[in-house]
């Protein structure tokens, strides 16, 4: 019998793939003249060694400019001053989204930190005088918690909706409990080659992971049991040709980072979870159960891959249970039980 809110599972039988790709239909902003400096710029980034990653993050807050300014009538950087981009900057902030709610903090300092960046480069090619953009302020980003935070019986249940009576419930199975035990980012579980798992000493190699950086993580045994019967029995059935990818799709292609987060935002479904996140869920599971079994926060930093210390304390605000321990042993305000079996106030 289902759980409270958990959904019947149905799985679609997977259709042939069609042959040939589909047209991609005619950007609107490929003719207006801020477009070429802005693919130059891109072919710039890309010869320093940003990622197509960044760059494709980088496209999404670029095309937002130049659609405004051509609504604008500004076709060149030349005409392009700090009060023009502190127009812009106001027009983030009054900006609503269909349903109404305005862009969040951190989605106007993606939108404008990019121009800083393409500013810049514009006055060292010589393409402009100077750089408007070098005095203008960007938004200050909060420090947000993560909204939600899966407990290890949430976890659980979503782990066993991935049934391993079928070839893509096995696979499916396994890259729930690597995503789980290694807290990957979706992009670098997707990236993993079958190379980059060394099931014998228990690790798995994230290459060029966030910002291009390598590094090693470990996985437990449990992760690496399902790995094992995936690689075993499933990845062979699933080959369609000669690839390197750890993770297929049923019809034999690597998986991509929207593929998987698709089938986590399903099994969290099926498990009757309906929170906001997908395969991030995992990954601040996976930190927070951690901090709460003991680990040292320098560890998960290590493992996370975070540049920066402070982007890791995050957990240590959202793993608590030794706090309300300590608060429940020590504080005053707390109930007693009396002789006659009803709870009393300590005061």
């Known amino acids: 019998m289902p759980r409270k809110g958990q959904k019947i599972k149905q799985r679609k039988i997977a259709t042939a793939k069609p042959k040939g790709g589909s047209r991609r239909p005619a950007d ?3 003719g207006h003249p801020l477009s070429r400096y802005m693919h130059s710029h891109f072919d710039w980034l890309l010869t320093h060694g940003y990622s197509q990653d960044t760059v494709r993050a980088r496209r999404i807050a670029f095309k937002r400019f130049i659609a405004w300014a051509a609504e604008r009538g500004i076709a060149s950087p030349t005409e392009i ?6 127009r812009y900057q106001r027009h983030l902030f009054l900006y609503r989204k269909p349903d109404g709610s305005p862009l969040t903090l ?4 993606g939108c404008l930190a990019p121009l800083k960046t393409f500013f810049k480069w514009l006055t060292r090619e010589h393409h402009i005088l100077y750089n408007p953009a070098s005095e203008l302020q960007l938004p200050k980003q909060p420090k947000r918690l993560p909204r939600t935070i899966l407990s290890v019986q949430d976890v659980e249940a979503v782990l066993n909706e991935a049934a391993p009576q079928s070839p893509q419930g096995l696979r499916d199975r396994a890259m729930l409990e690597v995503l789980y035990s290694t807290g990957l980012r979706r992009m670098e579980l997707a990236a993993l080659k079958v190379y980059d798992v060394d099931l014998r000493r228990k690790l798995v190699f994230v290459r060029e992971g966030k910002g291009r950086k390598d590094r090693v993580v470990p996985v437990g045994e449990r992760a690496l ?3 094992d ?8 059935q699933f080959l369609a040709g000669e690839t390197e990818a750890l993770f297929l799709t049923d ?4 998986i991509t980072p929207d593929y998987l987060a698709a089938k986590v935002k399903r099994y969290l479904a099926f498990a009757g979870i309906d929170r906001p996140g997908a395969t991030h869920l995992f990954r601040h599971a996976c930190a927070t159960h951690m901090l709460e079994n003991g680990a040292d926060i320098r560890y998960i930093q290590a493992m996370l891959g975070h540049e920066q210390l402070a982007t890791t304390e995050i957990y240590t605000h959202v793993s608590i249970d030794k706090l309300q321990q300590i608060h429940a042993a020590t504080h005053p305000g707390k109930l007693r039980k009396s002789g006659d079996g009803s709870g009393e106030s300590g005061e």
């Not at 951190?106 to 300092?109: M, V």
């Not at 019967?229 to 062979?236: K, M, Q, W």
């Not at 019809?251 to 690597?254: D, H, K, R």
């Open 81 to 86: 001053t700090l009060p023009i981009l502190e």
């Open 251 to 254: 019809y034999g292609e690597p």
């Open 229 to 236: 019967r995936y690689l075993t029995e499933v990845r062979p």
């Open 106 to 109: 951190g989605t106007q300092h």
């Open 225 to 227: 049991a399902w790995l």
């Open 28 to 30: 609107a902003l490929d």
